[in-house]
């Protein structure tokens, strides 16, 4: 399940449940849609989510790649040491940024951000 947010100028997509390739198909076009709105500071929420296809791992390479030439990026907020490890075998976890809190990955994106909706 894809439930999606925005904080300050980010956009979140809190994922539940296992990402498969067919899931990751849908994170993609969901991050194609906020591309196309120029919406390019992305945050994964993986905090609910237990299990992630390795194989569909390379399929946010490339999402990734795309938000970085547009200024942009694509950063992994809550993810359990089980989808680290799989991130890790599979090479992915270089590529990342990755935060354990999804207020540290918002604010990861602004200096300024004071985590409250406040800005100092």
Known sequence: MLDRKI???????DITG???FREMIRIRGVIG???EKERTKVVLNLKAVDHIN???IGVLVEQLRT???LN??????GMSSYL???FKVVGMDQFFEEYISLEDAVQS????WEGDGTFH
């Open 18 to 20: 296992d990402i498969d």
């Open 72 to 77: 942009g990026d694509l950063k992994l907020a």
């Open 7 to 13: 904080i300050h100028d980010i956009s979140v997509i």
């Open 67 to 69: 938000l970085r030439n």
């Open 33 to 35: 849609s906020l591309i």
């Open 84 to 86: 680290r490890n799989i």
């Open 54 to 56: 390795y194989l569909s």
């Open 109 to 112: 994106f602004d200096e300024d």
